[in-house]
């Protein structure tokens, strides 16, 4: 069974300094894994996902993260943080081949002036 | 391009009833999902549908079931509403089956009295 835990369910940090979001999976087969961003009353964006290439990943918005096997993480960090980042971010997890997303139970992030 | 768009936005029962949410995926998009998003949680998965066939079921009980129309919009249908089904309820969409990026909605929030 596919799992994924969020490590922080807060993290709270100043405008223009870096974000560091931690996620750790678990994962009977070569897992794909995803950073979905959730605005207040919206759906779910997707910022990157890592398929079994490059395991330094690049999104959007400056977003980038990094795929760890011997640690079995998948961290999202950002060089500096914007005021439009707050929202609230799942780590993902799916077995490669299907559709099933097993969501983290999210990290709020806050970003303040 | 329009997204993948949910109706209705807001949704109010009473124990006992039946709804229908409905969701029109990207165009060109085949595979529609549906996940249950409950307040403080991360959504869960409970139904896939790829060319008007299931193709994954989550653990929801029976109550919940799904359908997806030759223009591979998607229903789906909850009988006997209890008050724990209140949730967001997010419809994604992708291209193919397997291993693609899914696209949410903005979701259908359902409220149980």
């Known amino acids: 069974a596919q799992s994924v835990t969020q490590l922080d369910s807060h993290v709270s940090v100043s405008e223009g300094t870096p974000v560091l979001l931690r996620c750790n999976y678990s994962s009977s087969y070569s897992p794909s894994l995803f950073w979905y961003v959730q605005h207040p009353n919206k759906g779910l964006q997707l910022l990157l996902k890592y398929t079994s290439a490059a395991t330094l990943v690049k999104g959007i918005n400056g977003f980038e993260a990094e795929f760890k096997k011997s640690e079995t993480s998948f961290h999202l960090t ?21 559709q099933k997303l097993v969501f983290g139970t999210g990290t709020r992030l806050l970003v303040s002036p | 391009d329009t997204g993948v768009t949910q109706s209705p936005t807001h949704l109010i029962k009473t124990r006992g009833q039946q709804v229908t949410l409905r969701c029109s995926p990207i165009s060109g998009h085949k595979s529609v999902s549906w996940y249950q998003q409950v307040l403080g949680q991360g959504p869960q998965f409970i139904f896939q549908y ?50 693609q990026p899914q696209h949410f909605g903005d979701g259908t929030r359902l409220s149980i009295l």
């Open chain 1, 78 to 98: 950002k060089p500096s943080a914007h005021m439009s980042d707050a929202a609230e971010y799942f780590c993902v997890v799916s077995e490669r081949g299907f």
């Open chain 2, 50 to 99: 790829y060319e008007k066939e299931e193709r994954g079921r989550g653990n929801f009980p029976d109550r919940f079931s799904a359908r997806q129309f030759p223009n591979y919009s998607s229903e789906l249908n909850v009988n006997a509403l209890l008050l724990g089904d209140s949730a967001l309820y997010l419809c994604a969409s992708s291209h193919r089956d397997g291993n």
